[in-house]
């Protein structure tokens, strides 16, 4: 898993198990592979980048995922059956059919001589749908005992049951806003929230962020760093002459108050949290306060790994022909079987 975050390789091998009424699953071993400098700044730019460029860049990433996945195979003398990579989203732009996760499935599969399941999201995006979310089928089926489930990654995204229908959707921007504000003072990210604690609120900023479109947009919808790049960035950036701890505090606070808006029940609902998000104090408090519900946030493992962990049970699912993908969450219209299989050849 490559996240929008850009904090790396997340790999995690997990086990899944069937007791023909329920699944169950367990990471065994897992670790985040940084990306350096240069991978950092090749990845933030390939949106602009030609076609060409594009090209070159994915069969270099499946090289350096399959290199990374053999090595940690060979490291924890792991047997996997298979391998499921999300890839690193290029493009995420459903209104134009177009989506694209580079890192190439048969340069994964030829390193490391395992069948690959890749490109999870291009079929929904040909159907209709938004590409996006598909981790709360795993949701819906590995943490039934959760009434939200709450990922706070480069984008917050949120599943949970309603009327026996399952609903899920990005919310806002999370990491992706707070670690660029975070780098412009010289952090990599703000840990724990402490910057942001120390900040006050600047309301027109405020104001500004609560007015965006998007969050008027009801039913299924997807947000990529296509959208933040045009609406959010340039907003904040109006606002640079106050400190970085009041713009950190202040989108602090829109974080928040964009979940507490989307929870339509919330007294005596559990709730988990995680992603790198559930690791800011600042942040997690700040959202207890707006959402009168109950808060777990579990071991180390699951905050970083659920994601990757979901993905490969997606990847499960694709190579047994069980649907993975919910049209009711996608807008796609009906559920169906996504990914594409790349064998030993």
Not at 114 to 141: E, I, K, T, W, Y
Not at 242 to 252: C, I, P, V, W, Y
Request: aromatic share 10%; glycine share 8%; hydrophobic share 40%.
């Amino acid at each position: 898993m490559s996240g929008t975050s850009h904090d790396g390789l997340d790999l995690a091998h997990c086990i899944f198990r069937n007791d023909g009424e329920s699944w169950s699953f367990e990471i065994t071993h897992a670790e985040t592979i940084a990306y350096d400098a240069e991978w950092k700044s090749n990845l933030l730019s390939l949106p602009q980048a030609n076609s060409d460029t594009i090209n070159k860049a994915d069969h270099a990433l499946g090289e350096y995922i399959g290199i990374s996945v053999d090595n940690f195979i060979r490291k924890h003398k792991l047997k996997p059956d298979f391998i499921a990579s999300h890839g690193h989203t290029i493009f995420h732009e459903p209104s134009r059919k177009l989506t694209l996760q580079i890192g190439n499935g048969q340069m994964i599969s030829s390193i490391c001589r395992l069948p690959v399941v890749n490109d999870f999201r291009s079929r929904d995006v040909g159907m209709g749908g938004q590409g996006a979310p598909l981790v709360p089928l795993g949701d819906l089926l590995l943490f039934p005992d959760y009434d939200y489930c709450l990922n706070l990654g480069g984008i917050a995204n949120i599943s949970y049951d309603k009327e026996g229908e399952r609903i899920a959707f990005d919310i806002c921007p999370v990491n992706m806003v707070l670690n660029y504000l975070a780098e412009k003072a010289g952090k990599p990210y703000d840990n724990k929230g402490q910057m942001a604690a120390k900040g006050s609120i600047v309301p027109s900023l405020w104001e500004e962020l609560e007015g965006l479109p998007f969050y008027a947009i009801s039913g299924p919808r997807s947000l990529g760093r296509e959208w933040v790049s045009e609406n959010v960035f340039p907003l904040i950036k109006c606002f640079e002459y106050h400190s970085k701890q009041d713009l950190l505090a202040t989108f602090t606070e829109h974080v928040a108050q964009r979940i507490s808006a989307v929870l339509p029940y919330n007294a005596g609902r559990i709730m988990l949290i995680t992603g790198g998000g559930a690791y800011n104090e600042f942040l997690v408090n700040r959202i207890k306060y707006h959402c009168d519900l109950q808060i777990v946030i579990p071991d180390r493992l699951l905050i970083e790994y659920k994601e990757a962990m979901i993905f490969a049970f997606l990847g499960l699912l694709r190579l047994e022909r069980i649907n993975n993908v919910l049209g009711s969450v996608t807008g796609a219209g009906k559920d169906h079987c996504a990914g594409t299989v790349y064998d030993i050849t």
